[in-house]
Each structure stands twice: as structure tokens, then as C-alpha cells.
């Protein structure tokens, strides 16, 4: 290998159904080209109907994990998503100060799809005062923005109002996902860098599959950071992986299915599967001929 081999790193938890969590970073970071690394802080036994049983991994299992990293694999970025407690996430803030890693982006995951907890409710607090003040992006859908603001957002003023907010607790770039929100045509995230505001705006895509779609989003958002985009490329390459990934899902399990991690680079359709990774690798043949 001649040229840079760019890493990031998911702190997250792990969803058995492969849609959500750790999984969903790690295809993501390999779509994006860079190289995926984790630190596991719970394993969820869940699929497309539901979170069935929670597990968090102890904190010094958790700091052992990181401390791996942090003193042979220095991370070019770094998210976190399922943290569940307050313990952890102190944790993670030491040891991402400790070890000074750049381009943090926080998910702050909360409840499941379905409802199940993944942070408690005394850790919102944690997370606020420790781990946002050292994020350079932090990406709440409006629920998360709610619990993170105690405000109620009904408009795209209320969500302004919640960004100014959450930048005065020291976050750089604040992205409040659109997902959540009562337009039914388009999804706009709205991205604020302490100044001024951005509009990412997408077409709504009408599925039920949209399982995982946050921790999709984040980690897109986190390769891009790592190759040295800006926060704002980075996120407008975040929002077109997502939604191609939303648009050509998978059809997959009996309730909310996962999006599709090959969608960004390849035009997959179920009779393409089987010849798909073959086509990949005649093309890449060609193009170096
Ligand atoms: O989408 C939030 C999320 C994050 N991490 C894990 C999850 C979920 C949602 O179910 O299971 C492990």
C-alpha cells in the first residue's frame, strides 16, 4: 500500500439484525473506503419487529477496547452512537481527550424504533456536559433534539432556535435531521456552523424501512471527515449515501428493514445480488487497463 490508509472509529453498540448499530457503521465506512474500526459498548439481540434484550459490556471491557485503539490505531474520526449509561460516556469523553482524536461525530441514540431505551434517561445530562463540548458534529433527529433542549419543535424556527442551543454547549456543527418532521415531501436537515444555517434537502422516500437510517447517516458523515472533507461536504455526502440507501432498500425481515449500505456505489436490484460483486470487480479491472 502506497497511499494513506484513512481510519474510523464507531463506539456503538452492536444490532443483531445488522440494520442499525456497529453493523450499519462498519458496511458504511467500507462503502466509503475507509477503514472501519469498533469499540463495542452493549449487544442488542433485535431484528426488523424489535429490540428483544439489551446487554451493555461492562466499562472497563469498554476502556480496555479503546485503549486498543488509541495507542496503536490512531482514528482520522470517530462516532459514537448506543451508549446507554452515564458511566460510559465518561469513559469515551476521557479517552477521546486523553488521546486527543479529531472529527468526533455524536449520534446521541436514544430509544429504538420500536421504543426500547438505548441511553438512560439520567445520562442525557452526561452526555451534554462531557461528551458534546469536545464533538465537532453532533446529528439529533427532532425527538433527540427535544430531550437534548427540552424545547418542542414545531417549526424550522423552533429547530433554529434548538441548534443556537446545543452550539453554546460547544459542539461546532450542529445537524438536526429532518426525518422526524411534519413535512410530508421533502427531509431537510438543517446544518449550523455557530453562524449561519444550511439546508440539506432531500425528497421524502414514503417506507417503512428506515431502520438504522441515523447510524447510517453518522458514519457516512464520519468517513467523509476522515478523508479530510469539510463538515459541510462531508454531511451533503452523508444525506446523498442515506437516501440512496433508503430508496433502494432491501425488502428485507417483517417489520422496519434496513436500508442498503452497496446502494451509494452500486445500482442494486435482488437479481443483480449474485453477479453484482462480480461486475464490481470487472469494472475495476477495465478502469486500470
Ligand atoms: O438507530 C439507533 C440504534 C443504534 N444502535 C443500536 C441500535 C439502534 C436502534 O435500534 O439497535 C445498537
Same mark, same amino acid.
Given at each position: 500500500? /502506497?497511499?494513506?490508509?484513512?481510519?474510523?472509529?464507531?463506539?456503538?453498540?452492536?444490532?443483531?439484525? =445488522?440494520?442499525?448499530?456497529?453493523?450499519?457503521?462498519?458496511?458504511?465506512?467500507?462503502?466509503?473506503?475507509?477503514?472501519?474500526?469498533?469499540?463495542?459498548?452493549?449487544? /442488542?439481540?433485535?431484528?426488523?419487529? =424489535?429490540?428483544?434484550?439489551?446487554?451493555?459490556?461492562?466499562?472497563?471491557?469498554?476502556?480496555?477496547?479503546?485503549?486498543?485503539?488509541?495507542?496503536?490505531?490512531?482514528?482520522?474520526?470517530?462516532?459514537?452512537?448506543?451508549?446507554?449509561?452515564?458511566?460510559?460516556?465518561?469513559?469515551?469523553?476521557?479517552?477521546?481527550?486523553?488521546?486527543?482524536?479529531?472529527?468526533?461525530?455524536?449520534?446521541?441514540?436514544?430509544?429504538?424504533?420500536?421504543?426500547?431505551?438505548?441511553?438512560?434517561?439520567?445520562?442525557?445530562? /452526561? *452526555?451534554?456536559?462531557?461528551?458534546?463540548?469536545?464533538?465537532?458534529?453532533?446529528?439529533?433527529?427532532?425527538?433527540?433534539?427535544?430531550?437534548?433542549?427540552?424545547?418542542?419543535?414545531?417549526?424550522?424556527?423552533?429547530?433554529?432556535?434548538?441548534?443556537?442551543?446545543?452550539?453554546?454547549?460547544?459542539?461546532?456543527?450542529?445537524?438536526?435531521?429532518?426525518?422526524?418532521?411534519?413535512?410530508?415531501?421533502?427531509?431537510?436537515? *438543517?446544518?449550523?456552523?455557530?453562524?449561519?444555517? /444550511?439546508? *440539506?434537502?432531500?425528497?421524502?422516500?414514503?417506507?417503512?424501512?428506515?431502520?438504522?437510517?441515523?447510524?447510517?447517516?453518522?458514519?457516512?458523515?464520519?468517513?467523509? *471527515?476522515?478523508?479530510?472533507?469539510?463538515?459541510?461536504?462531508?454531511?451533503?455526502?452523508?444525506?446523498?449515501?442515506?437516501?440512496?440507501?433508503?430508496?433502494?432498500?432491501?425488502?428485507?425481515?417483517?417489520?422496519? =428493514?434496513?436500508?442498503?449500505?452497496?446502494?451509494?456505489?452500486?445500482?442494486?436490484?435482488?437479481?443483480?445480488?449474485?453477479?453484482?460483486?462480480?461486475?464490481?470487480?470487472?469494472?475495476?479491472?477495465?478502469?486500470?487497463?
Amino acid at each position: 500500500m /502506497t497511499h494513506k490508509v484513512y481510519k474510523a472509529l464507531t463506539i456503538a453498540g452492536s444490532d443483531s439484525g =445488522g440494520g442499525a448499530g456497529i453493523q450499519a457503521d462498519l458496511k458504511t465506512f467500507q462503502e466509503l473506503g475507509v477503514y472501519g474500526m469498533s469499540v463495542l459498548t452493549g449487544v /442488542t439481540a433485535q431484528n426488523t419487529r =424489535g429490540v428483544q434484550a439489551v446487554h451493555s459490556v461492562p466499562v472497563p471491557m469498554v476502556e480496555a477496547q479503546l485503549q486498543s485503539i488509541g495507542t496503536d490505531l490512531p482514528p482520522d474520526a470517530v462516532k459514537t452512537g448506543m451508549l446507554l449509561g452515564a458511566e460510559v460516556i465518561r469513559q469515551v469523553a476521557s479517552q477521546i481527550c486523553q488521546f486527543r482524536w479529531p472529527n468526533v461525530v455524536v449520534d446521541p441514540v436514544m430509544i429504538a424504533k420500536g421504543g426500547a431505551s438505548l441511553l438512560q434517561d439520567e445520562a442525557v445530562e /452526561t *452526555l451534554k456536559s462531557y461528551l458534546l463540548p469536545l464533538a465537532k458534529v453532533v446529528t439529533p433527529n427532532f425527538p433527540e433534539t427535544e430531550a437534548l433542549t427540552g424545547l418542542t419543535l414545531s417549526s424550522r424556527e423552533d429547530a433554529k432556535e434548538a441548534a443556537r442551543m446545543l452550539a453554546d454547549l460547544g459542539t461546532s456543527y450542529i445537524i438536526i435531521k429532518g426525518g422526524h418532521s411534519a413535512e410530508t415531501e421533502r427531509s431537510v436537515d *438543517l446544518l449550523f456552523d455557530g453562524r449561519d444555517f /444550511t439546508e *440539506l434537502d432531500g425528497p421524502r422516500i414514503h417506507t417503512p424501512h428506515t431502520h438504522g437510517t441515523g447510524c447510517t447517516f453518522s458514519a457516512a458523515l464520519a468517513a467523509g *471527515l476522515a478523508v479530510g472533507r469539510s463538515v459541510p461536504q462531508a454531511a451533503q455526502m452523508a444525506k446523498a449515501f442515506i437516501q440512496s440507501a433508503i430508496e433502494q432498500g432491501l425488502g428485507i425481515g417483517s417489520g422496519h =428493514g434496513p436500508t442498503n449500505h452497496w446502494a451509494w456505489n452500486a445500482r442494486w436490484t435482488g437479481e443483480e445480488a449474485s453477479v453484482w460483486s462480480r461486475a464490481m470487480r470487472e469494472e475495476r479491472s477495465n478502469a486500470k487497463n
